[in-house]
Structures are given as structure tokens and as C-alpha cells.
């Protein structure tokens, strides 16, 4: 199931800059999109989500872009910190009217964020 | 801040053994879900379930898997007789409802199969 893909294992950023993570789908019927951090051993935790009506939505430091036309994502960490150093999910779901989909998430494989200091 | 809630964090069971993980989701929300994580795989949808019924499962979630609400607050993932193959992270997640779609994720049970 390839239907949302990061295509980077791995990123490394120095503390204070930005880290860019991107997330690919293929799958027109998504409508929302989601972005998560997990840490070693523990849950993926809710960061920041975008629906399909727009194209940009921000939180803080924390910048999601959707380009639908490209079928494309990113996510934008301004300034990155050590702290941020996780595994970053991109995930989907597609509800539309009359669709059979009831908040199935679709996740990406994962992008490995090193921030040094 | 209210979250989701796990037990237990490790479970190990010999193959053909029945397992129950439990899960407290957040006490508002109405929409409840079991993943898995298959260590170096993806994290991959299991089921979901609202009003006390299934509301979808995956091509995973065959007739050894079964959840449950038992009660108010406990949504459980039985898995009937445990292969090998099962063993994986098992996340618990709720959410609201389907318009803000933000699931909130446990923080999983590590099941081990022998």
C-alpha cells in the first residue's frame, strides 16, 4: 500500500534552521491530511493537520503546505530544535460524502528528523 | 491534558494463545481505532468503531480479531489465537469525530508472540 509515501528516510538539520519534511499521496479521495511525531517506545503524537479547502495552515513554529494539484505535502519546522529530533508520520484520511471511509488513517513511512545543536 | 491509555505496555504470549489489549480512550470522544506497527513497517489501520460497531476494518483484521467496549471507558482488541506474525506494536487512538478527524494515539502495547 503505497498510497502515501516519504520518500526521505532521514533528514539532519543544524539547531536554528529549518527542517522541511514532505509526504507524497496518490489517492485522490483524501481530504485531510495529517502530520505526526513519534519518539522511541511511545505513541505518535498529533502535530498539525491541513484539510483539502486549504493550502496552508500554521501552528507556532509548525508550517503545513498542501499542494493538491501535485498531490504533495510538507511540513515546515521554524526554528528546528534538538528537541524536535522524532520519527515524523505523514497520514491521510478521505471522507467524502457518501464515501465508506470512516477516519481511516493512511500513513507514510516515516522520516527520521535529526536536529543538532 | 486527557489522553489516551494502554495496558499493558509489553505483552508476551506463546503462539495459539488469546491476548486482550486494553485501551482507555479519551473520555469525550466517540470514535475509537486499533493500528499496528510491524517493527521497520509502517503503522497500519486495523479497525474502527463507533456506536458499538465496527464502522471499518482492514484486509488485517481477520476472524482473530475482535474488539470491544465493554464498558463506559474500555475498548479492547482480543486477538483469538496468536501467530508469530502478529507480533507488533498495537496503538489505540480516539478521536471526537470524523469532521476534525484528529486521532490521539496511546501510547501502545508491545506484543510479542514466542
Known amino acids: 500500500d503505497q498510497q502515501v509515501k516519504q520518500n526521505s528516510p532521514s533528514l539532519s538539520v543544524q539547531e536554528g534552521r529549518i527542517s522541511i519534511l514532505n509526504c507524497d499521496y496518490t489517492?485522490?479521495?483524501?481530504?485531510?491530511f495529517l502530520w505526526y511525531k513519534k519518539y522511541p517506545a511511545e505513541g505518535p503524537t498529533f502535530l498539525i493537520s491541513?484539510?483539502?479547502?486549504?493550502d496552508k495552515n500554521e501552528d507556532g513554529r509548525f508550517t503545513v503546505f498542501l499542494n493538491k494539484s501535485a498531490k504533495h505535502l510538507s511540513l515546515h519546522i521554524v526554528p528546528s530544535q534538538p528537541g524536535d529530533s522524532a520519527v515524523y508520520f505523514c497520514?491521510?484520511?478521505?471522507?467524502?460524502?457518501?464515501?465508506?471511509?470512516?477516519?481511516?488513517?493512511?500513513f507514510g513511512q516515516g522520516t527520521i528528523l535529526t536536529v543538532h545543536p | 491534558e486527557p489522553e489516551v491509555t494502554q495496558t499493558p505496555s509489553h505483552q508476551v504470549t506463546q503462539m495459539g494463545q488469546e491476548v486482550i489489549l486494553r485501551c482507555v480512550p479519551i473520555?469525550?470522544?466517540?470514535?475509537f481505532y486499533w493500528y499496528r506497527q510491524i517493527l521497520g513497517q509502517k503503522v497500519e489501520f486495523l479497525v474502527s468503531?463507533?456506536?458499538?460497531?465496527?464502522?471499518?476494518k482492514s484486509e488485517i483484521f481477520d476472524d482473530q480479531f475482535s474488539v470491544e467496549r465493554p464498558d463506559g471507558s474500555n475498548f479492547t482488541l482480543k486477538i483469538r489465537s496468536t501467530k508469530l506474525e502478529d507480533s507488533a506494536m498495537y496503538f489505540c487512538?480516539?478521536?471526537?469525530?470524523?469532521?476534525?478527524?484528529?486521532?490521539?494515539f496511546g501510547p501502545g502495547t508491545r506484543l510479542t508472540v514466542l
Open positions: 497520514a491521510a484520511s478521505a471522507h467524502k460524502a457518501g464515501g465508506t471511509s470512516y477516519g481511516k488513517l493512511t
Open positions: 489517492n485522490s479521495m483524501f481530504d485531510y
Open positions: 473520555s469525550n470522544h466517540l470514535y
Open positions: 487512538a480516539s478521536s471526537v469525530g470524523l469532521v476534525t478527524d484528529t486521532q490521539y
Open positions: 468503531f463507533y456506536n458499538n460497531e465496527i464502522s471499518e
Open positions: 491541513i484539510s483539502s479547502i486549504k
